[in-house]
């Protein structure tokens, strides 16, 4: 499967001036167009010399955009977008039913960057969200989590009851990304309620970087010393261990015992107090990797 690239300095060697005559201008941005559909390294290195150039490339990525080659209209798509040209937000916008799947996520993902300038592409974002394929549902949430488009808050909370592990993952970043701290109870239930372990550790990782010792998330942390899942309760163990400044005697790295269990609930009944409800911080971001792009690397905001 193709993934749309980010902008890297490493190829844009080689690359005319931007006061270069039109007639050589022209002909440079025929010959990348012409080298984006011949393979995926081509495309990136093509792409990245066309966003470099900017708005005179505009044009003939448009065209581009329309071609038979799903590889030309991916690359074509994402230069677009990471231009920044709000003709782009159109295109963009009539690609999310492309026939390829990898052009309708690069389509849908980089719309992103118009969801604050053209309410038919934030429109579209929000209603991809409980989008039953699981494709369009996670990039239209990772691009509006990314976006911090807090108008979608809501539909993706409500990505929570998707069926679709991977969905749930972007999910969690982008509420994570939209609302940090203030979704505490969100993250909470989902710990408690999520099916898969995986997700639960995700959850109690999100409380994690909520970074405070707030009643609730160190509440959260006791209880998952219980959870079923000898990895989850592995990760409430370590987290505990740092929120409480190592007050309670659990080994990192270690599987927490039944009596460990037991114990860290005492401790938390007489010292619950101590960490009374906090406020609402500003929102954090994502540790790298949980949410890449399409490309499987972060973009940038």
């Keep these: 499967m193709l993934f749309v690239a980010l902008s890297a300095a490493a190829v844009l060697q080689g690359l005319p001036a931007q006061g270069a005559p039109a007639d050589d201008a022209a002909d440079r941005i025929s010959a990348l167009i012409e080298q984006m559909g011949r393979s995926p390294m081509d495309g990136m290195r093509a792409h990245d010399k066309l966003v470099r150039i900017g708005k005179p490339a505009v044009p003939a990525l448009i065209k581009a955009a329309g071609d038979r080659t799903a590889l030309r209209r991916m690359w074509a798509i994402s230069a677009l977008c990471t231009i920044g040209d709000t003709r782009a937000a159109r295109v963009a916008l009539d690609h999310f039913a492309d026939p390829d799947a990898t052009t309708r996520h690069v389509a849908i993902y980089h719309s992103r960057r118009f969801v604050r300038r053209d309410e038919g592409v934030a429109s579209a974002l929000v209603a991809l969200v409980g989008s039953k394929d699981p494709g369009r549902a996670q990039w239209a ?3 509006l989590g990314r976006a911090r488009y807090e108008p979608a808050l809501k539909a993706i909370r ?9 969905v749930r993952w972007r999910m969690m970043d982008a509420v994570e990304r939209i609302d940090g701290a203030g979704s505490i109870p969100f993250f909470v239930e989902r710990l408690r309620k999520d099916s898969e372990p995986a997700l639960r550790r995700k959850a ?3 409380l994690g970087r909520a970074g405070v010792k707030d009643q609730r998330v160190l509440g959260a942390f006791v ?3 219980r959870d079923r899942s000898a990895e989850v309760r592995m990760a409430a163990g370590r987290g505990l261990q740092m929120l409480t400044d190592n007050a309670l005697d659990l080994i990192p790295g270690e599987d927490v015992s039944r009596d460990e269990a037991t114990a860290a609930v005492k401790w938390w009944l007489a010292n619950r107090d101590r960490y009374p409800p906090v ?4 929102p954090t971001t994502p540790a790298p990797g949980n949410g890449a792009g399409p490309d499987g690397k972060r973009a940038p905001e």
Excluded: Q, S, V
């Excluded at 406020?279 to 500003?282: L, T």
């Design 279 to 282: 406020g609402k911080p500003k």
């Design 223 to 225: 209880g998952a010393l």
């Design 141 to 143: 949430i990772e691009g």
């Design 204 to 206: 109690l990782a999100c």
């Design 158 to 166: 409500g990505a929570a009851a998707n069926p679709n592990g991977k």
